[in-house]
Structure formats: structure tokens, C-alpha cells
């Protein structure tokens, strides 16, 4: 019996082809780790996604969609397109923020092993005095 399982595992360290794909989820949440960084960005998410993140926390069920939310990412071969929706701290310039976001995002992606296309942004809000967050 022992051999046998030797000789499964032995099988199993050996090298076979095949292909491996990256769902666009991963890079999703990894872009929106890398942006949340950036300081100036309050939240990730349009008006009506943060909307539903308030309902989803007062309801106990504040980590549904976070780690994704504010961000669309597709990809193609092992090249990515991000698209982010920001919330930036008031005060600040919009192209200081954005390009550091371009450049964290870009940096994250790429440790992964792919390649980044595009970052592209869309500032949706801006946080006067405190963070962003929409009343019910």
C-alpha cells in the first residue's frame, strides 16, 4: 500500500501541460486592495453601490461586495483592463490622486503576472470633511 502511494505522488510532482486562466474577479480584488492605499481615496463605488453597502452594513452583512465594489476588470490573454469608480478627499488634486491609483493598481496587477492595458477612472464624488457615505 505504501508503494502505491509513493508512486502517486511521484506522478503528480511531474510537469504536464495545460492552461490556466485568471478569472476577472481576482484582479478585481486586487486592484481595489491596491486603490483603497492610495491616500485621498475615501471609497470605491458610484452613488448607488455605496447606496447598498450602508443597507448591507445596518443589516449585518457589511463585507458583501467590498472586495470587488468600484471596480470592473477584463481580461484577454494576460492583459487586463481596469475601470475603477473613486470617491477622493476633498482638498485634494484629482490628477495626484488618479495617477497614483493608476500606478498602485498597475504595480499590484502586474506582481500578479499579467500585464495592464488600461486603468481607467471615473471620480464620482468628493468627500467634504469626512468620508463619503450616503444616508438612508
Known sequence: MDHEVTQELSMASTMVGGTTKVADEVVEKIAVAAARAVPGVV??????ARFF?????RVGL??????RRGCSA????????????????????VPEIT???????TAAVE???????EVN????DVAMGGPAAPTL
Open 43 to 48: 471609497e470605491l463605488g458610484g452613488d448607488v
Open 53 to 57: 453597502n450602508v443597507v448591507f452594513d
Open 62 to 67: 457589511d463585507q458583501l461586495g467590498d472586495a
Open 74 to 93: 477584463y481580461l484577454t490573454g494576460d492583459a487586463a483592463v481596469i475601470n475603477l469608480v473613486l470617491v477622493i478627499e476633498g482638498g485634494r488634486p
Open 99 to 105: 495617477g497614483e491609483v493608476r500606478a498602485q493598481v
Open 111 to 117: 506582481a500578479y503576472g499579467l500585464r495592464v492595458d
Open 121 to 124: 477612472i471615473r471620480v464620482d
